[in-house]
Structures are given as structure tokens and as C-alpha cells.
């Protein structure tokens, strides 16, 4: 008998079905629909390439199944914003230079806009502690932390935050 099951995601604001079987994580699966923004590092949570917000926390999502995520709002980074619409940290992030190969960078901005729900004006210790779970190997992580206070401040002075 099959363990596969029609599930529905809601994905950035809209639905999507994916026939999965119970074992497929959320990356798989987000992948799968073409979220390839979604990037695909260690799959086993020691990167956080692969973050995405459940609910407005960033979770790893090779560490979740994707049927854990039903019934759940699922945001990627292009969720945020993107092209004219950029979020206050995807501003940031460009503005400064915060980038080099970019395959970190869904993962940081997940995880910096997950803390700054939490922490609307952080310390660089609190910045640097709510990043903890991402790795990146270009940037030596300094132009990642300005960016992220810049994007803080931006954000407490009325910037737009979704
Ligand atoms: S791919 Fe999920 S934490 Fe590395
Ligand atoms: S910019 Fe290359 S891994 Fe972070």
C-alpha cells in the first residue's frame, strides 16, 4: 500500500498541492514545486540554507516533514519581497554588499527576519546569536551582521515589514 498523501501548502500567500510520501521533508517538497529559492545545503540542520518561516518562525526545512507543515503559512524569501519590492533586509543585504556567492543568503534573511520578530532592535551579539544557525562560507559574516542592523533600524523606523 502507498504511503503517499495529497497535501495542500500554503506557500507565500498561496496553495499548493504535492502528493508526498510521509518521509519527504519540506525541502524536498518545496523544491519539488519549484521553490528552488529554497536552497539545499547539509539536510541534516546544521546549515540553514534551507530556512523558511512556519507561521513567522524560521524553522530548517530539511528537518521538517513536509506534512508537519499542512494547514501552516510557509514563507520562502521571495515572500518577502523581491524586485521593486524589496524587504528591509533584502535592501540591506544589496546595499552592502552582504553577498558573494549568495547560496546562504535565503537561509540568513529567513533567520534574520525570524529574530527580528522576536528582537526588533538587536544588539550585535543578539544578531549574531539569532544567525548562529547559518553557515556561510564566502562573506566572513561581518558584511551579513551590518546588513542585518541597518535592516533593523529601516524596519523600527517604519520601513515596510510583511
Ligand atoms: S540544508 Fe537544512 S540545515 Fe542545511
Ligand atoms: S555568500 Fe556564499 S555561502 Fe554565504
Known sequence: MSNEKTITLRINGKAAQATVPAHRTLLEALRGLGHVEVKCGCEKGDCGACAVLI????????????????????????????????????????????????????????????????TPDPTEEEIRIGLSGNLCRCTGYVKIFDAVGEAAAVMRDGGETK
Open 55 to 118: 507561521d513567522g518562525t524560521a524553522v530548517d526545512s530539511c528537518l521538517t516533514l513536509a506534512w508537519m507543515a499542512e494547514g501552516r503559512e510557509i514563507t520562502t524569501v521571495v515572500g518577502l519581497g523581491s524586485g521593486e519590492a524589496m524587504h528591509p533586509l533584502q535592501q540591506a543585504f544589496s546595499d552592502l554588499g552582504a553577498a558573494q556567492c549568495g547560496y546562504c543568503i535565503p537561509g540568513m534573511i529567513i533567520a534574520a527576519d525570524s529574530m527580528l520578530r522576536q
